[in-house]
């Protein structure tokens, strides 16, 4: 069965860097999401991407972020100068119509 | 935006018993609402969900019940096991811009 997938699986960085977190959605799947997770908390959504553009955002997901389908398979997000509390679980979803589905997640570790 | 507010937080049952979960939403737009289960340090995983035009559905064990006039919605899990042990999140979405409740933690005793 198809599944999203994402990469790294752990990323370390020095607060004030630059990250970029991959995703590959599940093939035939139109939409594509990146949610985040504080350790021990709710998911919480950050934005929606569907035919080359942002369709959904939070008000979590400031000018300090990015999102790119670079090519065919890829999604990507860009965190821009990291802070501590930028810390967190980071999952894609993907989606042919309402049903989403997770990758495995990035844990992102700003230090 | 939506604001989804899930309970209790935790829960704990005896296998063999039903267990049930709460949540309620704000905008009366929302028109999906899904549920998720999350093991320890893995990707939630979607178990059951219910579009605004039912009532309810079920699944084996699993049923999910929707009441649009309330606002409520919630998760009813019987002949508990110790494997349904997890953390249970219930979400609400009208369009692309899912949002979650904080989480129940179900811990099933054998």
């Known amino acids: 069965e198809p599944e999203v997938t994402q990469t790294p699986s752990h990323q370390v960085t020095q607060m004030g860097q630059e990250v970029i977190l991959r995703c590959v959605p599940i093939?035939?799947?139109?939409?594509f999401y990146w949610y985040r997770q504080i350790l021990g908390q709710k998911v919480e959504f950050l934005v929606s991407?569907?035919?080359?553009?942002?369709?959904?955002k939070s008000e979590i997901f400031d000018d300090q972020f990015s999102v790119e389908r670079p090519d065919g398979s890829n999604f990507t997000l860009k965190i821009r100068s990291t802070k501590l509390e930028d810390s967190a679980m980071y999952f894609c979803?993907?989606?042919?119509?309402?049903?989403?589905?997770f990758g495995p997640g990035t844990r992102l570790t700003v230090t | 935006g939506e604001n989804v507010e899930q309970h209790p937080s935790t829960l704990s049952v005896q296998e063999g018993d039903s267990a049930v979960i709460k949540c309620t939403y704000s905008?009366?737009?929302?028109?999906?609402f899904p549920w998720y289960k999350q093991e320890l340090g893995k990707r939630p995983q979607l178990i059951i969900d219910?579009?605004?035009?039912?009532g309810e559905k079920k699944d084996q064990r699993i049923a999910v019940t929707l009441n649009k006039t309330a606002k409520h919605f919630s998760l009813h899990i019987t002949e508990t096991q110790p494997e349904d042990s997890a953390v249970y999140f219930c979400?609400?979405?009208?369009?692309?811009?899912?949002?979650f409740g904080a989480g129940t933690r179900l811990t099933v005793k054998p």
């Open positions: 979803a993907s989606s042919e119509d309402a049903e989403q589905y």
């Open positions: 093939s035939n799947h139109l939409y």
């Open positions: 991407f569907y035919n080359n553009e942002i369709s959904e």
């Open positions: 905008d009366s737009a929302s028109n999906y």
């Open positions: 219910i579009r605004s035009n039912v």
């Open positions: 979400a609400a979405s009208r369009a692309h811009d899912m949002r």
